[in-house]
């Protein structure tokens, strides 16, 4: 595993600087409007790299080591269906609800395959399992796509979920399920080397949107028993930062009756640099805050039970507090402005 590991980075590593150059002789630039921060002519196609070398990588892994394909069908056609869909998107600008529809697509296809969510905690959901799960992937590959407004912020958080996950399904004795996530978050790392600040390339829609496809989907894979009794609030920790930053979003823009899918500045990015925080200072934060929610996952997994599940929802309440506080510390920083004016 380790080799492949390694190649699926080292492929990345190769292939975007291709991509590169392609978008730059051809003009195949970001878009920008009012939720970037960028300016000049950045690359967009960043996920080409680093999905191709995640597939292709997975490919031959299973051609080598696996004779069970059946499991891992409807995730290699969902997201496919959500990575061209994302490339078409970062060409076209597709309507929102185009991408929805996509989404919606995605999600009933791996729900129709064995991908739900069955229990939280002690709590059997019986058939709200069905929109419980339809909910989680659209909201979580939603989510991954809204967090990504700066310099490998979306890749590194999905970095450091992924390698959470792989630890978790390594020691479940999941060997497929954890080359996945080892092997994605690799093709992640080759893809932050071009991505980190200032970035020379963005993975763009059909990037973020495969991320949280995929990050959604594994979450759900059956570990050990131990670990089942507290899987949907570890996945949701995990993905938290994301996850509230889409939450707030929706909030934010049912109170100003604004459609769901405007752009504007008001994501958690935007507030630290509204606060004064350079690139550099919010990619720490943001890491350090990720790794913290990751080593408490990993501790409230081993320690199971009710247990577990108490340490997880006290690290769901910290992540609302650090957004409870980032939230009123922008809006002093706002009315200070405003009254300096």
Known sequence: ???????????????????????????????????????????????????????????????????????????????????????????????????????????????????????????????????????????????????????????????????????????????????????????????????????KIFMGDGGSQFLGLMIAALALNFTRPAFEYNKFLAAALLVSVPAFDTIAAIWRRTREHRSFFSPDKAHLHHKLMNMGYSTIDILLLIYILQTGICVVTLLALWTGGIKGELILIAGLCAVCLFYTVIHYTNRAVNRKNHAAK
């Not at 291709?18 to 730059?24: A, D, K, P, S």
């Not at 990588?57 to 409807?74: D, G, K, L, P």
């Not at 919606?104 to 399992?129: E, P």
């Open 1 to 199: 595993m380790p080799v492949f590991i390694f190649f699926s980075f080292l492929l990345s590593v190769v292939i975007i600087p291709l991509v590169i150059y392609f978008c730059r002789r051809n003009g195949w630039y970001d878009f920008v409007d009012e939720r970037k921060v960028h300016s000049g002519n950045i690359p967009r196609l960043g996920s080409i790299g680093f999905c191709f070398a995640f597939i292709i990588t997975t490919v031959c892994y299973f051609m080598i080591y696996t004779r069970s394909y059946n499991n891992w069908v409807a995730l290699s056609v969902a997201g496919f269906i959500i990575f061209i869909f994302g490339i078409v998107d970062d060409f076209k600008n597709l309507p929102a609800k185009i991408k929805l529809l996509v989404q919606i697509l995605v999600a009933i296809i791996l729900i129709m395959n064995g991908y739900r969510i069955t229990q939280i905690g002690s709590w059997f959901l019986g058939w709200l399992s069905w929109p419980v799960t339809f909910f989680w992937f659209i909201g979580i590959i939603n989510a991954f796509n809204l967090i990504d407004g700066v310099d490998a912020l979306c890749g590194g958080i999905s970095f450091l979920v992924l390698i959470t996950l792989g630890v978790v399904f390594i020691a479940s004795q999941k060997i497929d399920s954890a080359f996945l996530c080892f092997s994605l978050a690799a093709s992640v790392a080759g893809f932050l080397v071009y991505n980190k600040p200032k970035a």
